[in-house]
Nanobody, 126 residues
Framework: QVQLAQSGGGLVQAGASLRLSCAAS????????MGWFRQRPTKKREFLAA????????YYSDSVKGRFTVSRENTKNTMYLQMDSLRPEDTAVYYC???????????????????WGQGTQVTVSS
């Protein structure tokens, strides 16, 4: 079992930056790919970004490519999402997730992830 604890988030103005963190605990001796998703009001949960277990590859949705950056520090069992140039439409609850790296990584599919963080609210005012 892996537990994911999120931090960061909050209320910012359009154009500002925020950094979200996702710290893993528990069975961290297993390699995990990790990803970020968000859910906006009345919308389905959507994929934002993902990073492979060794940090060598990162993937982004078109909606955040060039504005958000995913990274991880395996020595700290922590993944980050640096969010720049935030827009009001980025307002959502953001979730981190982990997927066992022994399986093929369909990074954009939320049902590919076994473990989820508690979610954190990001609100961007205009």
């Amino acid at each position: 079992q892996v537990q994911l604890a999120q931090s960061g988030g909050g209320l910012v103005q359009a154009g500002a930056s925020l950094r979200l963190s996702c710290a893993a605990s528990g069975r961290t001796d297993t390699a995990y790919h990790m990803g970020w998703f968000r859910q906006r009001p009345t919308k389905k949960r959507e994929f934002l970004a993902a990073v492979t277990w060794n940090g060598e590859s990162a993937y982004y949705s078109d909606s955040v490519k060039g504005r958000f950056t995913v990274s991880r520090e395996n020595t700290k069992n922590t993944m980050y999402l640096q969010m720049d140039s935030l827009r009001p439409e980025d307002t959502a609850v953001y979730y981190c997730a982990a997927a066992d790296a022994q399986y093929r990584f369909y990074y954009f599919k939320d049902d590919n992830y076994e473990y989820w963080g508690q979610g954190t609210q990001v609100t961007v005012s205009s």
